[in-house]
Every structure is written in structure tokens, then in C-alpha cells.
């Protein structure tokens, strides 16, 4: 069974340019999650869908978006990019949808996508 | 509060000795806590997760973790450090059944010295 792939590894953009990345979760699995991981701040959520409906969302301004398709792959997009957005953007798909059962469930992780904004 | 706080950025250890990582939850959380580990350059991987089926819990290589309630913890240990350990480590908590959301601590680097 293929576990999350996120796409691409690596990218580097400029100040004021968009991003988007692209995150496939392992079949079956139609909750995703997206992190983004810094040093100064640790690991912080951005948004969850599930079903293709955005269920969740974290602290961070409205230039972070996303999406989810009806495969449950999932994009996130960054527009006018700023310095302090360069990170790793991990992605995380569950089995379940709910309940407590969901709670105990272990969230699978991609590799990440390593974001450089120069 | 913080919902999960991992005392200590950095442990360090001898190959061979105890490895002891810790966690304390907040009360107000519900007790689905997990560990994961991150080695350079990847995504996080399951160590282990509480159930309530039992306070001691087993993870993969040879990892374990104890609930203590009265505590608030969730600490991490191996008896046996090996170099191959020497990675980042976050204890993490799911707050709600109807969102993927994981709060995690800020993580701990274990270094593991020859």
C-alpha cells in the first residue's frame, strides 16, 4: 500500500509569488491534513478536509488555502509568498472520519515539501 | 495552556543508556495522545499511541510510554539507546473526534553519543 506522497520535495520562489502543493493520501483515506513545521514555531496546522469540505482550519492568514478533490488528493496554495513562509509543509491522511474511534487513529505523513522563499 | 508540553529541546545519551523523553498533557484534554518521530529530511512516523486498554504501552523499536493520569504524562522511554534513535521526537494529542487536528509539543532532539 503506497503511503502520502507530496509533491514536489523541494521549491524555491520569490517574495510575492504563489505556490501551490499537492499532497495524495493513502487509498482509502479521506481525512487530510496539512502542517507546516519551523523552527522557531514547531508544527502547526493549517487545515483539514475531509470528503472535500474544508472541517478545520488553524491560525494563519488568508493567503494559506487549500482543497480537496473528489480522489481525496488534496492541494494547498500560498499566495504572495513572504520570507517567514518558508518551511516544511507536511500533509497527514487518516482512515476514519470521526468519532472517538477517529481520535485514537494514527495520522501517516508524507515526506514533506521543503518551501524556500528568497 | 498548552495542550502537550515536552520538557527539554534537547536530550543527550550515551549508546547503550536510558532514553527517557518527556510529556505532560493538559488535564483538560481528552487522553488520545500520541508519539512520532522525525528523522532528517521526512515526514513523522507513529512510535506509539495510548489506548485505554492499558497505562503501558508499546511501540516500534522498542520504544514505550506510560499513561500516569495522576500525573498528566506520557513520557517516553528505551531502555537502550542505539545510535539509529538519534532523531526528533513529538508527543501529540488529538483534541476533537470530528477534526483531523493533532496539537504537538515542541519537540525533543535526541542525540545519542558513541
Known amino acids: 500500500k503506497a503511503g502520502v506522497t507530496q509533491t514536489p520535495r523541494y521549491l524555491i520562489k520569490t517574495r510575492g509569488q504563489q505556490v501551490t502543493l499537492s499532497c495524495s493520501p493513502i487509498?482509502?483515506?479521506?481525512?487530510v491534513s496539512w502542517y507546516q513545521q519551523t523552527p522557531g514555531q514547531g508544527l502547526q496546522f493549517l487545515f483539514e478536509?475531509?470528503?472535500?469540505?474544508?472541517?478545520n482550519k488553524g491560525n494563519f492568514p488568508g493567503r494559506f488555502s487549500g482543497r480537496q478533490f473528489s480522489n481525496s488528493r488534496s492541494e494547498m496554495n500560498v499566495s504572495t509568498l513572504e520570507l517567514g513562509d518558508s518551511a516544511l509543509y507536511l500533509c497527514?491522511?487518516?482512515?476514519?472520519?470521526?468519532?472517538?474511534?477517529?481520535?485514537?487513529?494514527?495520522?501517516?505523513f508524507g515526506q514533506g515539501t521543503r518551501l524556500t522563499v528568497v | 495552556a498548552q495542550s502537550v508540553t515536552q520538557l527539554g529541546s534537547h536530550v543527550s545519551v550515551s549508546e547503550g543508556a536510558l532514553v527517557l523523553l518527556r510529556c505532560n498533557y493538559s488535564?483538560?484534554?481528552?487522553?488520545?495522545l500520541f508519539w512520532y518521530v522525525q528523522y532528517p529530511n521526512q515526514g513523522l512516523q507513529l512510535l506509539l499511541k495510548?489506548?485505554?486498554?492499558?497505562?503501558l504501552v508499546k511501540g516500534i523499536n522498542g520504544f514505550e510510554a506510560e499513561f500516569k493520569k495522576s500525573e498528566t504524562s506520557f513520557h517516553l522511554t528505551k531502555p537502550s539507546a542505539h545510535m539509529s534513535d538519534a532523531a526528533e521526537y513529538f508527543c501529540?494529542?488529538?483534541?476533537?473526534?470530528?477534526?483531523?487536528?493533532?496539537?504537538f509539543g515542541q519537540g525533543t532532539t535526541l542525540q545519542v553519543k558513541p
Open positions: 488535564s483538560s484534554v481528552p487522553p488520545y
Open positions: 478536509y475531509f470528503s472535500e469540505t474544508q472541517r
Open positions: 487509498s482509502g483515506h479521506r481525512s
Open positions: 495510548y489506548t485505554s486498554a492499558a497505562t
Open positions: 497527514a491522511s487518516r482512515s476514519l472520519g470521526g468519532g472517538r474511534e477517529f481520535m485514537n487513529t494514527e495520522a501517516f
Open positions: 501529540a494529542v488529538t483534541l476533537s473526534g470530528n477534526t483531523g487536528k493533532l496539537i
